[in-house]
């Protein structure tokens, strides 16, 4: 069964350094998604692409977060410089157009020290 | 802004017992989605309800989908220790989304022992 990849599954890193996460959505899934999940919280949307296009950043704090999906297929998230509240887990989701079901990825938990 | 609010935050039952998590949105929903969170694991897509009143049974599951298309329950009958996890609901709002945007309540964490 075909699975969203993410990479790395863990991340350290200290206050203030530069991070960047990598998602693989299932192949021929056009809309991808990438959530940030507190602790005990559900995901909160950070930025929704739809082919290579974003949709909507509304909720991505872009002075320190920024997202790409250049051919359309995979997709970066960068964070700099990471801060200590971004401590979460990073999680990417896939969507095909023709459903409303979203399939997640493993997710990277980011720690930050 | 859009709200997305589930109860209860936690449920502890013994096998065998029955569990019900409530959600209840701000605004009206196109439809809603129903997510389970196995600890460390990531959300696994359950079920789907679009229509008002609408209700649809997996198994010991039963789903939910209010008249107003604003709050929704799910129900499991005789829990097991496999149906330990987080159960999320999620939503686009009917006005104000983009493209089906999904607004996640915060869950319901459930524990069963044996």
């Known amino acids: 069964e075909a699975e969203v990849a993410q990479s790395p599954r863990y991340k350290i890193t200290e206050k203030s350094q530069a991070v960047a996460f990598w998602c693989d959505p299932i192949s021929g899934h056009a809309t991808l998604y990438w959530y940030r999940q507190i602790l005990g919280q559900g995901p909160e949307l950070l930025v929704q692409?739809?082919?290579?296009?974003?949709?909507?950043d509304s909720q991505l704090p872009k002075d320190r977060f920024s997202a790409e999906r250049l051919k359309g297929v995979d997709s970066t998230l960068k964070i700099q410089p990471a801060e200590l509240g971004d401590s979460a887990m990073y999680l990417c989701?896939?969507?095909?157009?023709?459903?409303?079901?979203?399939?997640f990825g493993p997710g990277t938990r980011l720690t930050v020290t | 802004g859009q709200q997305v609010m589930q109860i209860p935050q936690y449920q502890h039952v013994q096998e065998g017992e029955d569990f019900t998590t409530y959600c209840n949105s701000s605004t009206t929903l196109s439809n809603i989605q129903w997510y389970k969170q196995r600890p460390g694991g990531h959300p696994v897509f359950l079920i789907q309800?679009?229509?008002?009143?609408e209700v649809k049974k997996q198994k010991r599951l039963t789903f939910q989908f209010g008249e107003a298309k604003k709050n929704s329950s799910l129900h499991i009958t005789a829990t097991q220790t496999t149906d330990v996890g987080t159960y999320f609901c999620a939503g686009p709002p009917v006005r104000g989304s983009t493209l089906g945007r999904l607004y996640f309540g915060r869950g319901t964490q459930l524990t069963v022992w044996p």
């Open positions: 692409f739809q082919d290579e296009s974003v949709v909507d």
């Open positions: 989701a896939s969507r095909f157009g023709g459903s409303y079901e979203q399939y």
């Open positions: 309800l679009v229509k008002s009143g």
